[in-house]
């Protein structure tokens, strides 16, 4: 990941979650240029709940304030054959960046199960949560959910 071209808003929701960024190590391999890969540590910190055909993200203060301040969220990609989610946004120059969250294989399936590559049927609440992970009452913004088959940010 080359942060040399990373604007204002990228630098304050990198500032949020750099200290689990697993793609600045040295022993990363990959060729990701707009995607920040979450170690499994960093992803085991947000909260993902399936309810009534929504899907709850709980993030903790500032990578929610991050998304929902300084940059726009523009949607939640799961891509097929893959183990993790992406929360995909455009930063303030217009540039379609992403942040790559490990889910458990079972889990992305469950969720993929009644969704069809490209649709946009399922709607994604991103919640702020606490230390405890309980999401704060009105804390919240709504993206939508796509599945892919390869990311077109990278």
């Known amino acids: 990941m080359n942060t040399d071209n990373f604007d204002e808003s990228d630098l304050i ?3 949020s979650i ?3 960024t697993a793609n600045i190590l040295k022993k990363f391999k990959g060729r990701l240029t707009n995607t920040i890969v979450l170690t499994p540590y960093g992803s085991s910190t947000i909260a993902l709940d399936i309810k009534d055909r929504h899907i709850l993200i709980g993030l903790q203060g500032d990578l929610y304030r991050a998304l929902e301040e300084n940059v726009i969220t523009k949607e ?3 891509v097929h054959g893959s183990t993790g989610l992406y929360i995909v946004y455009n930063n303030r120059s217009g540039t379609t960046r992403s942040i790559r969250i490990f889910v458990r294989k079972k889990r992305v399936k469950a969720i993929l199960k009644g969704l069809s590559i490209g649709s946009l049927e399922l709607d994604c609440h991103m919640v702020l949560i606490n230390a405890h992970g ?3 009452p009105r ?3 709504t993206v939508p959910i796509r599945a892919l088959k390869e990311r ?3």
């Open 13 to 15: 929701l990198w500032k």
């Open 18 to 20: 750099f200290h689990e």
């Open 76 to 78: 939640i990609v799961f």
């Open 134 to 136: 309980h999401p704060l």
């Open 139 to 141: 804390q919240q913004f």
């Open 152 to 154: 077109y940010w990278d």
